[in-house]
Structure formats: C-alpha cells, structure tokens
C-alpha cells in the first residue's frame, strides 16, 4: 500500500512540478526520487521468473544397478 501511494503522489508531484510555465527543477526532482522510490519498493516484492526451477517434460529414469 506504501508503494502504491508513493508512486501516485511521486507522479502527481512530478507532473504538477512540469505543467508550471517556469518549472520547479528541485520538486521536479524530488517527485522523481519518491516515485522511483515506490516503483523500487514494489519491485522487490514481484518475484523473477528465473528464480523458479525449470521443470522439464522430459523424465529422466534412474539406473537400476545389477
């Protein structure tokens, strides 16, 4: 949940800070860092897909010994 409002008013702030004719560089900056501090946040959360094991169609069958 911290993420997500993170993000929206990082890109609220960031928007706002744009739309103005002579633009606040420091409060465009600072919507930025909250925003990609939310999306960072967030990311670490999502699992990657090549952390998962790979299972294979293909059974492999044990060697009996003799």
Same mark, same amino acid.
């Given at each position: /949940? %911290?993420?997500? %409002? ?7 702030? @960031?928007?706002? @800070?744009? @739309?103005? !004719?002579?633009?606040?560089? =420091?409060?465009? /900056? ?5 925003? /990609?501090?939310?999306? =960072?946040? /967030?990311?670490?959360? %999502? ?7 790979? !299972?294979?169609?293909?059974?492999? !069958?044990?060697?009996? !010994?003799?």
């Amino acid at each position: /949940m %911290i993420n997500f %409002i993170c993000i929206v008013v990082g890109g609220i702030i @960031a928007v706002y @800070a744009q @739309a103005e !004719e002579s633009q606040n560089t =420091y409060l465009l /900056m600072g919507g930025i860092v909250v925003l /990609m501090f939310g999306i =960072y946040r /967030m990311s670490r959360n %999502i699992p990657s897909k090549f952390d998962k094991e790979e !299972e294979s169609f293909i059974k492999t !069958e044990k060697e009996d !010994e003799v």
